[in-house]
């Protein structure tokens, strides 16, 4: 396993920053999905279940991300995305 770059403090609360607003997005996603009533779940496996809501919060949380920090390298749950912080600026 590499080490993990260190980056500024500048950078970190903007990472900070991006990330609460994501999140902040992602959760209406959740709730909205929870509202419909329609979760559209996907066994993954066992006892690994997987639903609307987990991919489509974690794309927009993956989204805004890729947006602010273009050379982010993201590993995520839900999908073949794998989160790695590494950013290069």
Do not use: N
Not at 2 to 23: E, F, G, H, T, Y
Not at 60 to 66: V, W
Not at 70 to 79: A, F, H, M, N, Y
């Amino acid at each position: 396993l590499s080490p993990i770059p260190k980056m500024s403090a500048c950078v970190l609360a903007r990472v900070m920053s991006v990330s609460l607003a994501a999140s902040a997005r992602a959760g209406e996603l959740i709730r909205d999905i929870q509202k419909s009533g329609t979760l559209d779940t996907v066994d993954k496996g066992v006892k690994d279940y997987q639903t609307r809501a987990d991919r489509e919060s974690q794309a927009c949380i993956i989204g805004s991300l890729k947006h602010h920090f273009p050379k982010l390298t993201i590993v995520g749950e839900e999908g073949d995305m794998k989160v790695i912080l590494f950013i290069t600026e």
